[in-house]
Nanobody, 124 residues
Framework: QVRLVESGGGSVQAGGSLRLSCAAS????????MAWFRQAPGKEREGVAA????????FYADSVKGRFTISADGRKNTVWLQMNSLKPEDTAMYYC?????????????????WGQGTQVTVSS
């Protein structure tokens, strides 16, 4: 059974930091893009960052480059998203996701498994 369990969301002021964690079980982790998506109210779900677990390559949306860092540990089947210099526009529900390779990591339609989501709220 595949499960993705997120933790680490919360409320911070602008300029603050949060670290999200995603623990994967089953076949979700290996040879996949482990990614973070987010969805704000009234907006489409968007890809934020991803790591290809086979190579360690990382990918970021332009809106978070230089502020967010994704990392992974294959021994723990865990992915983290370190979010620094947070802005009010980063407020959203953040979802961990697992996507098979062979296509863009940022397309939500290609995601095989989703976590339940964790809320991030940034106040100005």
């Amino acid at each position: 059974q595949v499960r993705l369990v997120e933790s680490g969301g919360g409320s911070v002021q602008a300029g603050g930091s949060l670290r999200l964690s995603c623990a994967a079980s089953g076949s979700a982790y290996f040879n996949s893009y482990m990614a973070w998506f987010r969805q704000a109210p009234g907006k489409e779900r968007e890809g934020v960052a991803a790591v290809y677990t086979r190579s360690g390559s990382t990918f970021y949306a332009d809106s978070v480059k230089g502020r967010f860092t994704i990392s992974a540990d294959g021994r723990k089947n865990t992915v983290w998203l370190q979010m620094n210099s947070l802005k009010p526009e980063d407020t959203a529900m953040y979802y961990c996701a697992s996507t098979a390779p062979g296509g863009p990591w940022y397309l939500s339609a290609r995601v095989n498994h989703w976590g339940q989501g964790t809320q991030v709220t940034v106040s100005s």
